[in-house]
């Protein structure tokens, strides 16, 4: 028997991964609550959360032990990921674990000399869109990086400015710049080739499972405001919750976050370990999140009504980044159509 054929249908979490999710559980809930994401809102990025998730091992976790790392699996990401998400925290954890990876892939990150940026105190953004390959591209985590690593042609290029790039005011709240790779102070070219673009492909891969598995806790936590708001509500002496307009769409949703979750938990397994076996499912994942965040989110704001919509309603926060996180990759419909191709490949 193969040895991965059981472990291929099984995504359930190990002992081992349970205390991970919920130790991060924990940290996101007691540092993290609304207050802090309505806070950080001008800049879509709080410093302190981020010294403090750093602290607790979340960017050395990521990294292979030749790279000073921890040697964690992308299943084990996906974990932290969701609760990331679900709370909504305004870090760019995503974007500089998956720059990261890809650096110590190329061979670039030195334990030592980059102890910086493996550490979490020097920031790395990663280029998300498909397809930019020239020119000036808006970069999610630009605005606070302070390396920023770009495909140029075929090559492989990090970027650093001495002034960081202004934000751009965004519907996602994320810290995002316009960059110009040709106004850059510090140029350098890591990696060129087939090869090397091959690894930036599976960085964004990783981009879009963690972004996916983020997508599954937000996803998850606009439930539970739409479901505790249901059943505390009454018309006409029972609770709303109990009407099919309310209980159905909330089931659905439901359904929903479990299919978001196991889709996320396979592809992680399967870019983790046998990433030439179901190539699409990265994409997959993505855009299956992807459409049903703003879904789910505005569900929610439907079921507290005026309420829902209100600014400084939890709903409506929710609603805006499940719009505006997955525009981070571009157009969500070049996400579909490389499912579709890697699928058909696949199957030729």
């Known amino acids: ?21 919920a130790a991060y559980a924990k940290f996101f809930r007691s540092r993290c609550p609304l207050e802090v994401v309505r806070a950080a809102e001008a800049t879509g990025f709080d410093k302190n959360l981020w010294e403090q998730l750093c602290g607790t091992g979340a960017t050395t976790m990521a990294l292979p032990e030749s790279a000073g790392g921890d040697g964690a699996t992308l299943v084990d990401l996906s974990l932290v990921a969701e609760e990331l998400g679900r709370v909504l925290a305004p870090v760019p954890w995503v974007d500089h674990v998956c720059a990261t990876r890809l650096l110590a892939r190329l061979g670039v990150l030195d334990a030592d000399a980059d102890a910086a940026i493996v550490e979490g105190r020097q920031l790395v953004a990663l280029e998300s869109r498909i397809g930019a390959t020239a020119g000036t591209r808006l970069i999610p985590a630009g605005a606070v990086a ?9 090559e492989i290029v ?47 891969d990783e981009w879009r499972v963690l972004t996916a598995a983020a997508l599954v806790g937000l996803i998850d936590e606009t439930l539970r405001i ?34 978001g ?24 994942a993505f855009v299956y999140t992807a459409e049903e965040a703003p879904r789910a989110a505005t569900m929610a704001v439907h079921v507290q009504g005026g309420l829902g919509v209100a600014a400084e309603s939890a709903a409506s926060a ?31």
Request: aromatic share 8%; glycine share 4%.
């Open 1 to 21: 028997m193969d040895r991965y054929e059981l472990r291929r249908q099984d995504y359930s979490l190990s002992e081992d991964q349970s205390e991970l999710q």
């Open 146 to 154: 302070d390396h920023i690593v770009v495909r140029e042609g075929d």
């Open 158 to 204: 990090r970027l650093s400015f001495d002034t960081r790039p202004a934000g751009v005011e965004n519907i996602g709240r994320l810290p995002m710049a316009w960059i110009d790779p040709a106004a850059a102070d510090r140029r350098t070219v890591l990696a060129a080739g087939a090869a090397a673009l091959a690894h930036y492909d599976r960085a964004l």
């Open 226 to 259: 739409a479901a505790e708001f249901a059943t505390t509500r009454y018309t006409m002496g029972v609770p709303i919750s109990t009407l099919q307009g309310i209980s159905h769409p909330l089931a659905n949703i439901a359904i929903t976050v479990q299919a």
């Open 261 to 284: 979750r196991n889709l996320a938990r396979r592809a992680s397994w399967f870019l983790e370990f046998e990433p030439d076996v179901q190539p699409a499912l990265a994409s997959a």
């Open 318 to 348: 929710y609603l805006l980044r499940a719009k505006g996180w997955p525009l981070a990759a571009g157009d969500a419909a070049a996400s579909a159509v490389r499912a579709a191709e890697l699928h058909a490949a696949a199957q030729s």
